[in-house]
């Protein structure tokens, strides 16, 4: 199975906030990251945090690390159409990437 | 400053045939990285090559695959005699320098088709 763990599917209304969650694996992993695919598309790096950090926040986007239960949350402030793709968290262990299976975020009208 | 290049964007090959995949990396990153994604799955790492040394392959397929990064040029991954199996996006990522936590920036992909 994968050792980073996401939601598959996540359905918002426009202008509502989405919560993305994570689960990984490896506490050694200085950087956690949020990558967006759009359809056809390659990954787009949208934001990362530190390790000894808590939260990021950065425009739309606040992202809550909570190292002791491994648990990683990316929120979407005032959800867009353009928002719909899909969402990775990543951890990172030496030069390697580890994804999760991806959440793929549907706005609605 | 352009980004990580790949191309073609999209292969078709018949099953026995070659591929080949190119990759230049942002200009002055050093690191390049391949990383595949199967149909509903993340992405997998397979290699990281720095400029004519390939230093480490574990996440590669032990048989038919290979990469290089030669001293001029794009890195290349060469798929050989490719199977159904094969049919994936298979992506590049480069950094600027020594490994670590440094972000690495995504190419837009090839998506092979193995027919």
């Known amino acids: 199975g994968e050792d980073v763990e996401q939601s598959l599917f996540l359905s918002v209304r426009e202008g509502d906030s989405s919560v993305i969650n994570c689960t990984y694996t490896d506490s050694s992993s200085t950087y956690l990251y949020w990558y967006k695919q759009e359809p056809g598309a390659g990954l787009q790096l949208l934001t990362y945090i530190f390790s000894n950090m808590d939260m990021k926040q950065d425009q739309r986007l606040t992202v809550l690390l909570n190292k002791k239960d491994k648990h990683l949350s990316l929120r979407i402030a005032d959800t867009q159409t353009g928002d719909s793709a899909i969402y990775f968290c990543?951890?990172?262990?030496?030069?390697?990437?580890?994804f999760g299976a991806g959440t793929t975020v549907t706005v609605r009208a | 400053n352009a980004g990580v290049m790949q191309n073609p964007r999209h292969l078709v090959r018949r099953r026995g045939q070659e591929a080949r995949l190119r990759c230049s990396p942002m200009?002055?990153?050093?690191?390049v990285y391949w990383y595949r994604q199967l149909p509903e799955e993340g992405l997998k790492f397979m290699v990281y090559?720095?400029?004519?040394?390939?230093?480490?392959e574990s996440g590669m397929p032990k048989e038919r695959f290979s990469a290089e990064f030669p001293k001029e040029g794009p890195s290349i991954l060469r798929i050989q005699q490719v199977v159904r199996g094969d049919s994936a996006a298979y992506f590049c990522a480069s950094s600027p320098t020594s490994p670590g936590q440094e972000t690495q920036y995504f190419g837009p992909g090839t998506r092979l088709l193995v027919l």
């Open positions: 090559l720095q400029k004519e040394n390939i230093i480490d």
């Open positions: 990543a951890e990172i262990s030496d030069y390697k990437l580890s």
């Open positions: 200009k002055g990153h050093s690191h």
